[in-house]
């Protein structure tokens, strides 16, 4: 019964095969356009290290600092050359970022996206199969729902996941493929809790579908109960998600099918209080994850223990250094790259905000890995 009650919100297709949906129409593309590589003649600084945020030198400037003068950069993607994707929520534009701090390069805007509330264009995943088809995946805003677009860079987006619900507050905007090309899609309850505890409806839930939006089990609820899945990340073989709770805390949760988080559901792997959370990106790599907090102005370290649980109280890493931080990624140098959130009309900003970090990590070695 589930799975036909949520069949008639999913759109799916492949070869052509999507419905139109109002400005995400099919239309034949050609060859993608190609990203830029970095530049060869100016070799790529090694990340800035945890000793100096926020220093400048005549010459180079912040060495964490890649990118200035974005709009609300929320959506991250890192690209194989090295280079980053990213979409600012309050414009649409999808910018291609340099770890050499050149200057970076608008790709497109994604069209028609609705930016009223905490809505707009928010997470950012790449094909599992990007170095053959060029597809970006990213979930969107729009009038009446939200919704998982595809499209090649400079492409017209088309649907894969629509009729996720739309609100004023909590859209979610949660974007991963997971190892196995499952794409998982944090959403929210749009301020009402009752939708979250409703397998019939698809707010505040984490979803499990293929890469055309077809649930990879016999319903695409994975996990339900959730407040406003922003961020999802994955440590091993294990998925995690950040959630925006009640009582005035933020999770970040283990994520298991079927379970319900919602209160007194599954318990979470880490409760954050609310005046150091606002949790908007989750990175992991061995037994450390790290948390992009909005409210906290920092990045959470935290070390984890075979069994999941945390070793001892998160550590703060990048601390009011540079406001508001949100989303979170690791590349394969084991740089952390932040984007700062100082635009979005609760944080105050600098005049070069918002702005692109990459920077080693505390738990790192210089130009190690972690």
Not at 18 to 32: H, L, M, N, S, T
Not at 42 to 49: K, M, T, V, Y
Not at 258 to 274: F, I, K, N, T
Not at 304 to 326: C, I, K, N, Q, S
Request: with cysteine; hydrophobic share 35%; net charge negative.
């Amino acid at each position: 019964m589930t799975a036909l009650l949520l069949g008639g919100l999913l759109l799916a297709g492949c070869g052509g095969g999507y419905e139109p949906a109002g400005p995400f129409r099919d239309v034949p593309q050609g060859q993608p356009p190609q990203v830029a590589p970095p530049q060869e003649s100016s070799p790529i600084p090694a990340p800035g290290r945890p000793s100096t945020p926020g220093a400048e030198d005549a010459q180079a400037g912040d060495p964490n600092v890649v990118a200035t003068d974005l709009v609300v950069p929320t959506g991250l993607a890192l690209l194989p050359d090295g280079t980053a994707v990213v979409g600012e929520r309050d414009t649409g534009r999808l910018l291609q970022v340099f770890p050499d701090r050149a200057q970076p390069r608008e790709l497109m805007t994604v069209p028609s996206v609705d930016t009223g509330g905490d809505g707009g264009l928010l997470g950012l995943a790449l094909s599992p199969t990007f170095a053959e088809d060029g597809l970006l995946y990213a979930y969107v805003s729009t009038a009446t729902d939200n919704r998982v677009v595809r499209f090649p860079i400079g492409g017209t987006p088309n649907p894969v996941l629509t009729g996720i619900p739309r609100g004023e507050v909590h859209n979610g905007g949660g974007l991963l493929f997971g190892p196995d090309g499952v794409l998982y899609v944090g959403t929210g309850d749009v301020g009402d809790p009752a939708l979250a505890a409703d397998p019939a409806s698809l707010a505040g839930k984490v979803l499990a579908v293929d890469v055309f939006g077809q649930p990879v089990g016999a319903d695409p609820v994975l996990t339900r109960g959730h407040r406003d899945v922003t961020a999802l990340c994955q440590g091993g073989d294990q998925l995690y998600g950040t959630d925006d709770a009640l009582q005035g805390t933020d999770e970040f949760n283990a994520l298991v099918a079927g379970g319900d988080y919602g209160p007194g559901g599954v318990a979470p792997v880490l409760e954050v209080p609310g005046e150091e959370g606002g949790l908007g990106g989750c990175a992991v790599t061995g037994p450390y994850v790290f948390l992009g907090a909005l409210d906290g102005k920092q990045v959470h370290v935290v070390e984890l223990d075979g069994a999941r649980v945390p070793v001892e109280e998160p550590t703060a890493f990048l601390d009011e250094d540079y406001g508001r931080l949100r989303s979170v990624a690791l590349d394969a140098e084991g740089a952390l790259w932040i984007t700062t959130s100082n635009r979005d009309g609760v944080g105050t900003p600098a005049e070069d905000d918002d702005k692109v970090l990459r920077v080693l990590p505390p738990t790192s070695s210089a130009g190690s890995p972690l």
